[in-house]
């Protein structure tokens, strides 16, 4: 479903079919997933509880929907098959809210919610439930329901779904602290104890919390990771970046890194020992295995389409690398690359492989920090092609992953304790 799209019912949704993109069944949506906010604003709808043919419920990210249209909802094709476990700050749509008795904020009149509506918020890639579909007049016993008047609301004009202001529960401090950036909240999680650090940790998406474990200090990462089940610790090592999961189980012992390896899906295992037979300051060991990959005769639409994924950094949306297949790191041969600037000014239907710059040399997988950062400096960019002997892509290395690097190894615990003396004294 596009941005701005019409709103859908959440009745709408029940059992629909989920579908891959090569139009196969996958399973059948059983229930919805949002995670509530404090006060009256809406909650936000993190994904569905789908049901395979084995009968297994998984979660399903709303990241991963691609349309919800003609009764069926179309995903990427990535599915985590893991068995669905809901975490604290979630709430399930068909089994916790639905039928449940509110009141309305105006008259303060009780009355009982019937179904609820989410739309996609504009130029996001988030969802929200907005409206809520009410009936007045007290249940009618258990085979029926009183026939009151039936209207539609504002979620603000109902009071009853949301947490309450008051409270220390995990799930309180993550919706006040819900529209922190991850370098922010991983401020806040540094500073907490451990076991509230914990509890904060187990409360968060495995998005969320990737997002953040991204900008802690390394001790803070080992700290948290270890305190997960070894299969969600797993998740959300695949849902990092991939040289940051790689950096962090490199820092594991050897036995405990085979283990989550074990747990993880076979493609994103191998990107990650890929990574770890590098030397940690090295082009290959700092690069990205999911740089943007296009064949030589995909267009320039193409690649704008690629490069609006609100996913990818500024970096490494800047450019793409045309290849030939396959498509996926280590690729067949690189052709060049293709800045984002350039794809501005040429015609939608023109072929990437008519604007490919292949002056720029690519870096060498075992080519050293300072190489790098040479390479950076001297020729004004913010990433960089990571390609070995055979003349496959192997990677992208982005100015940020170098800055890292650069720093010293306590850079994040020093920003966190300035941050800290700011906060003390006022200034």
Request: glycine fraction near 6%; include cysteine; proline fraction near 6%.
């Amino acid at each position: 479903m596009a941005a701005g799209a019409p709103r859908i019912f959440v009745s709408h949704l029940s059992g629909i079919a989920v579908f891959d993109p090569a139009g196969d069944q996958v399973g059948r949506v059983r229930d919805l997933v949002v995670m509530l906010r404090v006060g009256q604003r809406p909650p936000r709808l993190l994904g569905l509880v789908v049901e395979l043919a084995t009968r297994r419920r998984i979660f399903l990210p709303m990241t991963r929907v691609t349309a919800i249209q003609s009764g069926q909802v179309i995903t990427t094709g990535v599915l985590n098959v893991r068995r669905f476990e809901q975490r604290p700050t979630e709430r399930l749509v068909f089994g916790e809210l639905l039928d449940r008795r509110v009141t309305l904020t105006e008259t303060g009149e009780e009355v009982t919610v019937l179904d609820l509506s989410v739309h996609q918020l504009p130029a996001r890639r988030d969802w929200e439930i907005d409206r809520v579909f009410v009936r007045k007049g007290k249940r009618g016993g258990a085979f029926r329901r009183a026939r009151g008047e039936a209207l539609t609301v504002e979620w603000s004009a109902v009071t009853g779904f949301s947490l309450e202001e008051q409270g220390q529960g995990a799930e309180n401090l993550l919706a006040t602290l819900e529209q922190l950036r991850p370098a922010d909240l991983a401020n806040v999680l540094h500073h907490l104890s451990p076991k509230r650090r914990a509890e904060v940790a187990a409360a968060l998406d495995d998005d969320r919390l990737a997002d953040v474990l991204e900008e802690l200090p390394e001790d803070d990462q080992i700290e948290i990771l270890g305190k997960l089940k070894e299969e969600r610790a797993a998740d959300v090592l695949e849902a990092m970046d991939p040289d940051d999961a790689a950096d962090l189980l490199g820092e594991l012992p050897t036995d405990e890194q085979e283990r989550l390896l074990s747990l993880m899906q076979p493609g994103d295992a191998a990107d990650m020992r890929r990574l770890m037979s590098y030397e940690d300051r090295t082009a290959g060991g700092l690069m990205t295995t999911e740089p943007i990959v296009l064949r030589p005769d995909a267009t320039v639409a193409d690649a704008l389409a690629r490069v609006r994924n609100p996913d990818l950094s500024p970096a490494l949306a800047a450019q793409i690398y045309v290849c030939r297949p396959p498509d996926e790191t280590p690729t067949g041969k690189y052709l060049g690359t293709v800045h984002f600037q350039r794809l501005l000014r040429e015609p939608p239907p023109s072929l990437v492989s008519s604007i490919v710059d292949t002056d720029l040399q690519p870096l060498d997988p075992q080519a050293d920090l300072h190489a790098i950062a040479e390479f950076f400096a001297t020729y004004d960019m913010v990433a960089a092609p990571v390609v070995d002997e055979a003349g496959s892509l192997l990677g992208a290395v982005t100015v940020d992953d170098v800055l890292d690097h650069m720093l010293p190894e306590d850079w994040r615990e020093q920003e966190f304790h300035l941050d800290e003396e700011v906060t003390t004294d006022g200034s």
